[in-house]
């Protein structure tokens, strides 16, 4: 893809993504906590499995003090069978405890203090700070790394190398909504094996990287 390609992209991603479901994470935006607690929950984690998890869990508690007031052993079966789920819990009673003894109390809005909250790497970091504060981030997942790639926008072999190289070639007013976009797109149409090219409208602007079968 060239460079100027990008915005004819973004514009025609625009007009197909509002036909589909907006991923589960997308949900829970403007509100930092939920989003940050959704997005660790969808980690290795179908969408739908995410979402029925989270209505429960957030339906005992929205925020820190209320999540950490729950029993470990009640946010487990609240959002069991998303994968790890003895894991999610204890990460998510140690993200309330650090939020609440480390940043007063508040979803720290930067990605630099979100990695040291457990459980959360760079996807969740770069979401939370987008979704939750609409503050500019790149938010990497399997989906944005692929079709990215798949479009020979960027070549890159892993999602934090792709973060990196999109920071530096995505210009900034698409950073916030690249990842929704993408993840609708990469799970409705430019799915991983044998994308739907017939019917995607991006076709001019794709190199079809790594694509040996289609419909």
């Given at each position: 893809?060239?460079?100027?390609?990008?915005?004819?992209?973004?514009?025609?991603?625009?007009?197909?993504?509002?036909?589909?479901?907006?991923?589960?994470?997308g949900?829970?935006s403007?509100?930092?906590?939920?989003v940050?607690?959704?997005?660790?929950?969808?980690?290795?984690?179908?969408?739908?499995?995410?979402?029925?998890?989270?209505?429960r869990?957030?339906?005992?508690?929205?925020?820190?003090?209320?999540?950490?007031?729950?029993?470990?052993?009640g946010?487990?079966?609240?959002?069991?069978?998303?994968?790890f789920?003895?894991?999610?819990?204890?990460?998510?009673?140690?993200?309330?405890?650090?939020?609440?003894?480390?940043?007063?109390?508040?979803?720290?809005?930067?990605?630099?203090?979100?990695?040291?909250l457990?459980?959360?790497?760079?996807?969740?970091?770069?979401?939370?700070?987008?979704?939750?504060?609409r503050?500019?981030?790149?938010?990497?997942?399997?989906?944005?790394?692929?079709?990215?790639?798949?479009?020979?926008?960027?070549?890159?072999?892993?999602?934090?190398?792709?973060?990196?190289?999109?920071?530096?070639?995505?210009?900034?007013?698409?950073?916030?909504?690249?990842?929704?976009l993408?993840?609708?797109?990469?799970?409705?149409?430019?799915?991983?094996?044998?994308?739907?090219?017939?019917?995607?409208?991006?076709?001019?602007?794709?190199?079809?990287?790594?694509?040996?079968?289609?419909?």
């Amino acid at each position: 893809m060239k460079d100027v390609d990008i915005h004819a992209a973004i514009r025609l991603l625009k007009k197909e993504v509002p036909r589909w479901k907006t991923p589960i994470v997308g949900l829970y935006s403007r509100d930092p906590f939920l989003v940050l607690v959704s997005c660790v929950l969808s980690l290795r984690t179908k969408d739908a499995t995410t979402e029925e998890a989270s209505k429960r869990l957030f339906a005992l508690a929205k925020t820190p003090q209320a999540m950490l007031a729950l029993p470990r052993r009640g946010i487990e079966k609240a959002i069991y069978p998303v994968s790890f789920y003895r894991n999610k819990a204890e990460h998510i009673h140690a993200i309330c405890a650090d939020i609440l003894g480390r940043f007063g109390g508040k979803v720290p809005d930067t990605i630099e203090d979100l990695l040291t909250l457990k459980g959360v790497g760079r996807k969740t970091a770069n979401l939370t700070v987008t979704l939750g504060f609409r503050k500019p981030g790149i938010c990497v997942d399997t989906h944005v790394h692929r079709i990215s790639n798949r479009w020979g926008y960027i070549k890159t072999k892993t999602p934090e190398e792709s973060e990196m190289a999109l920071r530096a070639k995505l210009p900034k007013q698409y950073w916030i909504i690249y990842n929704d976009l993408l993840v609708a797109y990469g799970q409705n149409l430019c799915v991983p094996v044998s994308p739907w090219c017939s019917r995607c409208r991006l076709t001019p602007y794709c190199a079809k990287k790594g694509v040996t079968t289609s419909r």
